[in-house]
């Protein structure tokens, strides 16, 4: 009785073993155009942003959460804008302690710092906001979304532009500070642009 019992028990085993990888396997066949749809979808978006490859690799590796949700998609480009302002800005106040630095570079790091300090809080309203969003308050919410991004793609191109008067004949630690800083407004600029093509579609 015994060794049937134990042959009755590995055949059981065997049979929900395959079933699992049959399982398994059916669900990689199903991930895959699905995946390609939230990709597709992301690049579309992204096509019509002032900076397209760079919202398409800023935004792919989220594809899981994104799907094809307009709103989700949206908050996640203002996510990743606000990581990217608040380490650039992290970045530079730590970069304008070093020594050997002219006066005239520290006081445009500080002020580029400053202007971070604004957008950064301007980009987290704005995600407040996005949170808010509900089909009966649609239009006042996204447009004080769009003021708020609008506002914080201002402060950075301040920012970077304080950086362009220092830059005669300076140094790679100038040029380097302010890519960071193009790349920010960069990411707004089209966080921007993903606002109102959202705006757009329920006009």
Not at 151 to 164: H, I, K, P, R
């Amino acid at each position: 009785m015994e060794a049937i019992s134990s042959k009755h028990l590995i055949t059981t085993l065997l049979i929900i073993l395959s079933s699992s990888f049959t399982a398994q396997g059916t669900n990689k066949v199903n991930e895959r155009p699905y995946q390609e749809a939230s990709t597709v979808f992301i690049r579309t978006s992204c096509s019509s942003t002032t900076y397209p490859r760079l919202c398409y690799s800023s935004l792919v590796k989220h594809a899981d959460l994104i799907q094809t949700n307009h709103v989700v998609l949206t908050g996640t480009a203002l996510n990743v804008t606000l990581a990217s302002a608040k380490s650039t800005s992290a970045m530079i106040s730590a970069l304008a302690k070093r020594q050997g630095l002219k006066p005239r570079e520290v006081a445009a790091m500080k002020d580029c710092v400053e202007e971070l300090s604004d957008s950064v809080d301007e980009l987290r309203r704005s995600i407040d906001e996005m949170n808010h969003l509900r089909p009966s308050n649609f239009e006042m919410t996204m447009s004080d979304v769009q003021t708020w991004v609008s506002a914080a793609l201002t402060d950075e191109s301040t920012c970077s532009d304080g950086f362009q008067e220092t830059e005669t004949g300076g140094s790679n630690l100038k040029r380097s500070v302010r890519g960071l800083v193009v790349q920010v407004a960069q990411l707004t600029s089209n966080a921007l642009a993903l606002i109102n093509q959202l705006a757009n579609s329920h006009g």
